[in-house]
Structure formats: structure tokens, C-alpha cells
């Protein structure tokens, strides 16, 4: 999927990551009712790793996503992506974004993401992963399900969660959104926001720093970060949004979160 930088805009320059050192590659990932594409990445040849889940942007697990998997792998997690509305339809098939909301996103249930994700913590269990140090993080859709995510299962040890409404999700079949749950988490998360970003409200991160102000220990733990200068997707090099020093920043502040709470 490719999306063309607005008049006046510069083209991102997508990064891409070596394999050397790496196991990786797509699979199909078990889940009740059959099989889901996925992805992973890991240091080659090793076990008892810590464990990412990678949970996409609305366009699904595209090369950005699969990047993104080799980035961790590279600083020593198995990082999996599955494809998490593929029973809805393919995401790559769409270059406009209201329709493939439309279309899909918003058929996607919370539940079945959890149980897909709940998948990935078996599968990763029997192909070199600890478990007991699983983290998730996501990327604008996939950010809001790192909050959810890490409220649903206690396993979850560690949360970055990259932009992502707090206030809303996408479509009528959601029944709880960021700000319900933030009191209650299983694990502390790490929020990357911008100040920028039209799509999620200040006024909504302020209420989301209340909340978990006032919430349980991993709540009182997470950490909210706002870039002043940066807007929605500031990590997706691959598209005109892209910031590069608060992505790198933003990329550190990750990698510092899952050492700290995964090791």
C-alpha cells in the first residue's frame, strides 16, 4: 500500500532493516476457528526470549509493520504481527482509508483481537519465547489496543502504546474505550502521543493522565509523553507524517520501558 505526501510535502523515506542475526518470516497462526497470517522476528538461534506483540496500524501487517518486528528482534525480543481483521477482509486491497474503515476496521471486534493476541502468547510459548515476559505495543489503531489489551490479560507485563484514540474507537461494535479502562491495567504502558495529531485531542490525553492517576499500580506506573511539534503517525517512516527525532526518541523510550519491565 502506498500512499502519495500532500502538496508541498516531502516523501518519506521508508527504513528498512537487515536480517542478518534473524529468524523471521510470515506463518500461519493458529487460532480457535483456524488459521491467521502472521509475522515474527528473533534472534536466530535463541530461546527463553521476551515477547513482543505487534499490533498494526489499520493497514494491517504490512512491510512497515514487518519492519518494525525486525527492529525488536534485533534488540533481542521475538516480536510477532498477526493479521488481525483478516477474517474481515484484506487491508491491502484499499488505498482509501475511509472506506477500508468502513469496510473493515470497524466489523472488528475487541474480543476477537484478544483471543487472536491471546494466540500469539501460546504460539510464541512454543517457538522460543518466555511468556512470562510478554509486552505488546501498537500503532494508531494498534495503539488503542495496547491499552485495551494490556486491561484484558494479565500476562502482559509492559504496554507502549503509539498514538491511538482514547475517547472513541472505530465502528459500532465497540463496547469500552481507552478512558474506561485506563484505571484497571494489568501492566504499566507507555503512551507516545502528539500534540499535533488532529485525531486525538489534548483534552483527551489530560483525561487519560487523570485516570490513570487515579487508577490501580500499573495505571499510577504508565507514563504519558507528548511531542509538541509531532502529529498523528510519527513513527511511519514510510509515510509524509514521519518525524524523525521523535520517532528515535520514541523508539529509545520503548526500548527502555520493555527492558525495565520485561528484561
Known amino acids: 500500500m502506498s500512499f502519495a505526501p500532500a502538496a508541498g510535502q516531502p516523501a518519506a523515506t521508508a527504513i528498512h532493516t537487515d536480517t542478518e542475526g534473524l529468524a523471521h518470516g510470515d506463518f500461519d497462526l493458529p487460532v480457535h476457528d483456524g488459521a491467521i497470517a502472521a ?80 494466540a500469539c502468547l501460546e504460539w510464541a510459548a512454543q517457538h522460543g519465547g518466555d ?38 474507537g472505530h465502528g459500532p461494535l465497540i463496547k469500552k474505550v481507552v478512558l474506561d479502562v485506563a484505571g484497571d491495567l494489568h501492566a504499566p504502558v507507555l503512551g507516545l502521543y502528539g500534540a499535533k495529531d488532529a485525531s486525538i485531542p489534548l483534552a483527551d490525553v489530560e483525561a487519560l493522565k487523570a485516570k490513570l492517576a487515579q487508577g ?30 521523535e520517532a528515535r526518541d520514541g523508539w529509545q523510550r520503548m526500548l527502555a520501558w520493555f527492558q525495565r519491565y520485561l528484561g
Open 39 to 118: 509475522y515474527y522476528a528473533a534472534p536466530q538461534g535463541k530461546t527463553g526470549l521476551p515477547v513482543v506483540l505487534v499490533v498494526q496500524e489499520i493497514f494491517g501487517v504490512h512491510e512497515h509493520i514487518k519492519d518494525l518486528c525486525r527492529r525488536l528482534a534485533k534488540a533481542g525480543y521475538l516480536a510477532i504481527a498477526p493479521e488481525l481483521y483478516q477474517r474481515q477482509g484484506d487491508a491491502a486491497a484499499y488505498t482509501d482509508v475511509p472506506k477500508l474503515i468502513q469496510e473493515i476496521v470497524a466489523k472488528v471486534p475487541d474480543e476477537q483481537v484478544y483471543a487472536d493476541l491471546d
Open 131 to 168: 511468556t512470562a515476559r510478554a509486552g505488546i505495543t501498537g500503532f494508531c489503531w494498534g495503539g488503542r489496543l495496547t491499552w485495551m489489551y494490556a486491561a484484558h490479560n494479565p500476562a502482559i507485563k509492559a504496554g507502549v502504546a503509539w498514538y491511538g484514540k482514547l475517547s472513541a
Open 216 to 245: 490501580n499500580a500499573a495505571a499510577r506506573a504508565s507514563e504519558i509523553v507528548v511531542y509538541p511539534e509531532a502529529g498523528h503517525g510519527f513513527l511511519a517512516d514510510y509515510r509524509p507524517m514521519y518525524c524523525e527525532a
